[in-house]
């Protein structure tokens, strides 16, 4: 049933009855999560994605997204109540929906470049199947500007906008928590290209979020609102960086000092640490650069290059640790634990552990790794051994913070090793007590 001029109300009760389709392009840690939780408030759901294999899970009841609590069971549960499908096939489902939402990944190159290709590649396949009345939403973050952008490829359908409604609405979210936040943690921020598909698309929210919806005054201040939200993270990371760094240079412990700086309530200053990465945090601050052409957004870049600078200040603290027990990194084995972006979640996309392994590498180091969520197979593609003890180990090395390295025990640990040196980047390991086991413990603003 086409939405585009019922009321939220209509909108809602019409979801509720079965009687809408939607297509959710891109069926990974965000998508997944959105069409299950779309097919259970009774939406007809067809999920579409490019990789075969997702897509045979999901249509067997499966969940790929183990991180995602509770999604294995509304998957199963909604599959087999014939609510929710998967397919590749792209047209197809856009000749079925009523409703296409896009949420693939919008990413940027290390130097900045967008690569905004999925995005164009699901645009394109919708184009083949738009019909009066559909409503295309991109939910996936974008540079402001890029869902507009879209119009000039669906209106390759032979429609003219406003014939279809189009509309943005941020996912705000992360990997692990999604349900939880799509369900009912923050409003749902939303800009259409008009009334009528405003007036449906807070509908179509509202029928799964409990926190309810924001409508904005266009769709690019709704691409800006999430895009600000992920620059606002990065540059208050890199404020709580740099003054680690001079914490460091002072003498200072930075998480007492930020402690009880944040006890006052206009300062939040943020963890310092290893470094930023995942597929959001460092991408979006290149969404407001490169779109820059009379604004110099010097800070934004500046905040950018400290937290990439992280990764180099872990093997400067490491060379650090080793020399303060008569070593160097050539020769030393070195234990890096963590091989993903963050705590608790399997992905890779601008690791730091990753520059850090290559850096220690090219100093002569043998490097081993270990993660709870990886395999050998993961720390070999990095160019680390796969290690799962601590014997002979000259220096440990914290990057991720899984809540597993939070619990280390030091004293067992400190039997195991050759050298006792702890290089924390997540703040994960207690000073005093490893220090009291004669660890040398070095962490980011922890000298
Ligand atoms: N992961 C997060 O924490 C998070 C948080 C907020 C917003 N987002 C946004 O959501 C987007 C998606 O993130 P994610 O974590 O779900 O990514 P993901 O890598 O887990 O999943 C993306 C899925 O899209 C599929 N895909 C790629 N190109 C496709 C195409 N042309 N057609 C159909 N499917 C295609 C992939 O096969 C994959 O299954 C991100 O780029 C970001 O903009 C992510």
């Not at 009841?61 to 929710?84: F, T």
């Not at 959001?280 to 950018?304: D, G, H, Q």
Request: aromatic fraction near 6%; charge should be negative; proline fraction near 4%.
């Amino acid at each position: 049933m086409k939405l585009l001029g019922l009321t939220r109300e209509e909108v809602k009760k019409a979801l509720r009855e079965g009687k809408v389709t939607i297509a959710v392009y891109g069926l990974g840690k965000m998508g997944l999560p959105l069409a299950a939780v779309f097919a259970d408030n009774r939406a007809k759901v067809i999920g579409v994605d490019i990789n075969e294999k997702v897509v045979e899970m999901v249509n067997r009841g499966e969940n790929h997204v183990k991180e995602e609590p509770g999604l294995s069971e509304l998957i199963k549960r909604n599959v087999e109540a014939g609510r929710l499908k998967a397919t590749t096939d792209g047209v197809w489902a856009a000749k079925q929906a009523d409703v296409m939402i896009i949420l693939v990944p919008t990413l940027a190159d290390d130097r900045g470049n967008l690569k905004l290709e999925p995005v164009y590649d699901v645009a394109k396949k919708i184009a083949k199947g738009l019909e009066k009345g559909d409503i295309v939403i991109t939910e996936a973050t974008m540079p402001p500007g890029t869902t507009e952008s879209l119009v000039p490829i669906l209106e390759e359908s032979g429609l003219k906008l406003g014939e279809f409604g189009l509309a943005h609405a941020p996912e705000r979210t992360m990997t692990g928590t999604a349900i939880r936040d799509i369900t009912g943690q923050y409003p749902k921020i939303v800009g259409a290209s008009d009334e009528k598909t405003l007036e449906a698309v807070i509908g179509i929210y509202e029928t799964i979020n409990k926190k309810g919806v924001i409508p904005m005054s266009s769709i690019k201040a709704a691409e800006a609102v999430k895009v600000f939200e992920g620059v606002y993270r990065d540059v208050n990371i890199a404020l709580a960086n740099e003054l680690a760094l001079w914490c460091e240079e002072h003498g200072l412990d930075a998480i007492e000092v930020f402690t009880a700086a944040n006890t006052q309530p206009y300062c939040h200053l943020h963890m310092p640490g290893a470094g930023v990465g995942g597929h959001c945090i460092p991408i979006y601050p290149w969404f407001v650069i490169n779109l820059a052409e009379k604004t110099n957004p010097r800070l934004i870049k500046t905040a950018r290059e400290i937290n990439d600078s992280m990764p180099h200040h872990m093997v400067e603290l490491t060379i650090r640790g080793l020399n303060e027990v008569g070593r160097s990194l050539k020769g030393s084995n070195i234990l890096v634990l963590g091989l993903t972006f963050r705590g608790g979640v399997r992905e890779f996309t601008k690791s730091p552990a990753i520059p850090i392994i290559k850096e220690l590498k090219e100093w002569g180091a043998r490097v081993y790794a270990y993660d709870p969520l990886c395999t050998s197979e993961d720390a070999e593609r990095f160019g680390a051994e796969w290690k799962e003890d601590f014997r002979d180990v000259d220096a440990i090395v914290i990057v991720t913070d899984h809540k597993e390295f939070k619990s280390l025990n030091l004293e067992e640990i400190a039997g195991q090793v050759r050298s006792k040196v702890i290089i924390d980047g997540r703040n994960a390991v207690n000073p005093k007590v490893a220090k009291e086991l004669g660890f040398v413990y070095l962490g980011v603003g922890r000298v």
